[in-house]
Structures are given as structure tokens and as C-alpha cells.
């Protein structure tokens, strides 16, 4: 084949892949999330089950529209942030009634699930696509259906939004007092400051530089630190 003919193919697939990217489009998502989660991150899982038609067009969106290697970062988080979110809600539903997402058998672990094809379980999601973008903040906006998972935000990330969204999303979490307990002299953090250390230790810091940014109150040298137990209960 001509040269000239590769090198003008390749731009070709090159601008629609990043046209495609940029009109990627979670409205189906956001409409169903605006009627059925409340602005404090309730959710009505049993509306979620009369939309269900709905969230199954999603699903198959997110399915027939993966990520490809040249969308940019903020293209990624939002399409990852979404579809994490959109079936955890699908494994709740297909398992209502229930008190506690753990009452499901390996319920991160199952893969329930396929994206284009190849199955996938929340944790392939959480673990080796999500924390590998090294995005601290993403703790902050993934919702495990529980009361003391941050809550779930009842708008469509995108890639416009996922940046600024992120940072409020995380500050809400931190300042949250039913989630976080920050005084001059006492420290009770929620556990996901435990699970995912690793993943707050940015630019030399470490978890509490992390929250520091975020608080109100500010961490001193010395408090008395201890983590929040944790409430699994569904978040309806």
C-alpha cells in the first residue's frame, strides 16, 4: 500500500476515535440518576428496577463504546467512574430485596458483567483500570451501595465535568462529619483512608497531607487517630 495512503488512513481513524471520545454521551445515565438518587446520595432502587429498560440501554452503550488507548484521561475516569457506579446499581437490583451488598456472594469479585465483550467484576474495574489511572480521588465519587461509602452523586460524570467533580466530591467526603471526625485533637477517619493508603500518598505526602488539603480543621502533628466503623448497610 502506498505510504501516503497509511499514514492518511491512520489520521483518519485517529480523529474519529478522538471525535467518538469527545461525543461519548452518559445522558441515558444521568436522567435515570437525577429521578432516582436523592441530592444526599439516597437511592430508590426500586425506581432504579422500573427504569430498568433505560439502564439496560446504558449498559449497552458503555458496551459497545470502551475506552480506546488515545482518549485522554478525563475521558477514561468519567466512562470507568460511570460504569462502576451504573452496575453496582445493577447488582443490587438483580439481588433485591437485601439489608447489605455483602449479603451477595463475592459481590466485587462475581463477574456479572461483560464490556465489549470480555467480563469484567467491580474490582476489575476498581483495581485494574480505575487506581491504575493514579487518581486519588476516584475513592471519593465510586459508591459500594452503602451508608458509609461516599455518596452517590446523582449526575453523569463526563469529561467537562470529572476534574472539578472529583474535588468537591472529595471535599464533601472529608468534611462529612458522619463519615470523618477531625478535630485539633482527635482523628477518626473513614477506613477507606486504611484500604487504599497507597493511593493518598501523592507528591511525597501521605494520608494525612491528603486530607490536610481537603479539611476544614486541619490535621495537628499529634491527634488521637482511629478509623470510623464502617456501615454496610444499603444506602436507600
Known amino acids: 500500500m502506498n505510504p501516503l495512503k497509511v499514514i492518511a488512513t491512520a489520521l483518519v481513524l485517529f480523529i474519529t476515535q478522538q471525535q467518538h471520545a469527545q461525543n ?11 429521578i432516582n438518587v436523592s441530592d444526599q446520595g439516597k437511592v430508590n432502587y426500586k425506581g432504579f428496577m422500573q427504569d430498568s429498560a433505560q439502564l439496560y440501554r446504558y449498559f449497552a452503550y458503555l458496551s459497545d463504546n470502551p475506552p480506546a488507548e488515545n482518549w485522554s484521561k ?11 457506579n451504573a452496575y453496582t446499581i445493577k447488582l443490587i437490583i438483580d439481588n433485591y430485596p437485601l439489608k447489605s ?3 451477595i456472594k463475592d459481590p466485587w469479585d462475581r463477574q456479572f458483567f461483560k464490556i ?3 467480563p469484567h467484576s467491580l474490582n476489575d474495574l476498581e483495581h485494574k483500570i480505575l ?27 463526563t469529561a467537562r465535568n470529572v476534574d472539578q467533580t472529583l474535588e468537591t466530591q472529595t471535599k464533601n467526603f472529608i468534611n462529612d462529619p458522619a463519615r470523618n471526625t477531625i ?14 493508603k497507597k493511593d493518598f500518598k501523592v ?33 436507600e
Open 101 to 103: 451488598i455483602k449479603d
Open 116 to 118: 465489549n465483550g470480555v
Open 24 to 34: 461519548l454521551d452518559h445522558a441515558i445515565w444521568d436522567q435515570i440518576l437525577l
Open 183 to 196: 478535630t485539633s485533637n482527635v482523628v477518626s477517619v473513614s477506613k477507606i483512608f486504611s484500604w487504599f
Open 74 to 84: 478525563e475521558e477514561k475516569l468519567a466512562y470507568w467512574i460511570n460504569a462502576y
Open 131 to 157: 487506581r491504575k489511572l493514579n487518581e486519588p480521588r476516584i475513592h471519593f465519587a465510586i459508591n459500594c451501595a452503602s451508608f458509609s461509602c461516599p455518596i452517590v452523586w446523582n449526575r453523569a460524570f
Open 203 to 235: 507528591n511525597g505526602g501521605d494520608v494525612k497531607d491528603f486530607i490536610n488539603r481537603y479539611s476544614e480543621v486541619k490535621i495537628d502533628k499529634q491527634p488521637k487517630k482511629g478509623y470510623k466503623d464502617y456501615n454496610w448497610s444499603l444506602n
